[in-house]
């Protein structure tokens, strides 16, 4: 497979559409578990939601996702992660300010946006104590927000479609 984001590969066939303006799916993955078996807490994995919030406006967090490497000893080694995604939409009606963006500059700004989950990365590596922290961007052809028209919009839905238990992130990272 091609690497798409070496930019001697950006003129490849299967690199074009990359280049043309596409949009990406960005992802963080952080153990849920010191390096001792300790949990980390949920502020500490929060406050990387809102890092990546800041940088895409938004993002979608899976609570617990199983992974598994070679450790130093060659064996398989699996932890539980929490996988927090940021999504690139270059033609999203919540950041009007990218829809006239040229194909250059919108890959100069995913270049940038990967550029900025790779520092993350770092920045949980060194706080969580981690030899490393997988981050990852994905070329997707498109990221759209669906929606039947601008004003559907509703402050509240039929009450038999909701609880009074509210939601909470913390219930979802301990659940897992």
Known sequence: MV?????KNWNK??????NTGGEAEFRL????????????????????VRKINKVFGGSTTYPSVFGCYKNEKNEDQCEENVVITGVRDFDSRFSP???NYSSKKKQH?????YNKLIALGKKAS???GQEAIFV???YINDASFVSRNKKTRKEKISD?????DSINFEKFIKKS
């Open 109 to 113: 700004k995913l270049k940038n946006d």
């Open 3 to 7: 690497n798409c984001n070496l930019k």
């Open 160 to 164: 038999s479609k909701v609880t009074s």
């Open 126 to 128: 060194k706080e969580l």
């Open 29 to 48: 993955v952080i153990p849920k578990r010191d390096n001792s078996g300790r949990a980390i807490k949920t502020d500490v994995l929060l406050k990387y």
């Open 136 to 138: 990852e961007s994905d």
């Open 13 to 18: 066939s299967s690199c074009i559409k990359n």
């Open 97 to 99: 300010e990218l829809n």
